[in-house]
């Protein structure tokens, strides 16, 4: 997949954008504050998902403005295509989004055309961050591959917090136990789906990611990784999630309900679940080194970006918002040499990056929200 235009005006500080990116590397340089993550941003957003910066649809317009649009073109082998996205004030919430120039109920129904994959300098503590930062990347990865997910992931949230707002009124004697079997049922019968397909994912990652794992530890390290459950203690082989694995679930959800009542919280689940790795046989959490974890994060991003090009039989379009330069040198060789064949924009506020611009790429000046090519 390749971008081939990119035009951007009124989103955020973005003004009169007009750029044809070179089909494989495209490198964005500026002081701060310029605009370089808000092009990411408008390129990421036309990829159907929610802004990653979580952008409130008021604030995505030039604060001295009436409106903001974005046009992208794109092609495959197959075919080009074109994404319009624009919105004026007042009503923000009506956009204007067309694919191939038909209109789209909501910007989410672009998903699954223009795939992108993103990393931004938050990713870079996947592995050593919080469970949460790791559940969405699943989350994220999953729906990305299979379109339905994320209406399932929404579903199953509203529905803990529903449930967890039951159990504090069971707990004050204010609602019965017998209310809750509602909620159980429907939450069970999501996250079996959810813990499964999660695991699927997590076998994939573990392929990819052991790979490109051993190539960056250059042979030294081994990695493993699995999908944690906090409500089975094997997936494997699993299938039926509508029959015997929503019953485990349940089950569980029953078995836990006084200790759930006394917390205040539903404490097993997908949303307590986590993605755990090994390297060299030694839990990730407890026993790597900063470095190790940084490595680790950059292999997930890597290995996502793998898996997606696999699933569409094409290359997504690589995101790199600021991420090379908290890179030391090897890293930042070692990323751009597994995703130099896809299309890829980064974003810097040095240019010392290790790649041959002349045969390889274009170069951008970002200045107060206006680019110029710099290498023509
Ligand atoms: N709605 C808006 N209208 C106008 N300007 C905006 C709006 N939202 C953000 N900005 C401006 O965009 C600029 C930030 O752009 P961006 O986040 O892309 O910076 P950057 O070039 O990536 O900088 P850094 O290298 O510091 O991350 C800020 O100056 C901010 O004030």
């Known amino acids: 997949m390749v971008i081939t235009k990119i035009s951007a005006d009124g989103f955020k500080n973005l003004k009169k954008v007009e750029i044809y990116p070179h089909e494989k590397m495209n490198i964005f340089c500026g002081k701060n504050a310029q605009g370089k993550t808000n092009l990411i941003e408008a390129i990421w957003l036309c990829s159907g998902v929610r802004s990653f910066r979580n952008t409130k649809d008021r604030e995505m317009i030039d604060i001295n403005g009436q409106f903001m649009n974005i046009d992208i073109s794109f092609k495959n082998s197959f075919r080009s295509q074109d994404i319009h996205f624009a919105m004026a004030r007042p009503n923000v919430r009506e956009k204007n989004v067309t694919l191939n120039g038909v209109k789209l109920k909501t910007p989410s129904k672009l998903f699954g055309s223009l795939d992108c994959v993103i990393?931004?300098?938050?990713?870079?503590?996947?592995?050593?961050?919080?469970?949460?930062?790791?559940?969405?990347?699943?989350?994220?990865?999953?729906?990305?591959?299979?379109?339905?997910?994320?209406?399932?992931?929404?579903?199953?949230?509203?529905?803990?917090?529903q449930r967890n707002i039951l159990l504090k009124n069971i707990c004050y004697g204010r609602s019965k136990r017998e209310e809750l079997e509602v909620w159980d049922i429907q939450l069970a019968q999501l996250g079996a789906y959810i813990s499964l397909l999660r695991y699927n994912y997590t076998k994939k990652l573990d392929m990819f990611a052991k790979k490109l794992y051993e190539d960056i530890s250059e042979g030294r390290e081994r990695l493993e990784l699995e999908y944690y459950s906090t409500v089975y203690s094997n997936l494997e082989g699993r299938k039926d999630y509508a029959g015997e694995m929503a019953e485990e679930y349940l089950n569980c959800l029953q078995n836990n309900l006084e200790d759930d009542i006394r917390a205040g919280f539903t404490q097993k689940g997908v949303h307590r679940d986590d993605l755990a790795g090994k390297i060299n046989g030694l839990a990730v959490r407890q026993f790597a080194s900063q470095g190790q974890h940084r490595s680790l994060a950059l292999i997930l991003k890597l290995s996502q970006a793998y898996i997606l090009a696999e699933e569409i039989d094409d290359s997504p379009c690589i995101l790199l918002d600021d991420v090379l330069s908290e890179l030391d040198l090897s890293r930042q060789k070692f990323v751009i040499s597994k995703i130099h064949d896809m299309q890829v924009f980064i974003t810097c506020c040095d240019r010392n990056i290790p790649f041959d611009e002349k045969s390889h790429g274009k170069i951008f000046n970002i200045e107060n929200g206006m680019i110029v090519q710099e290498n023509k």
């Not at 300098?121 to 997910?149: A, C, M, W």
Request: zero cysteines; charged letters at 30%.
């Open 119 to 161: 990393f931004t300098p938050e990713d870079l503590e996947l592995s050593k961050g919080s469970p949460e930062n790791r559940r969405q990347f699943l989350d994220l990865s999953v729906s990305q591959i299979k379109n339905s997910y994320s209406s399932v992931i929404s579903k199953y949230d509203d529905l803990i917090e």
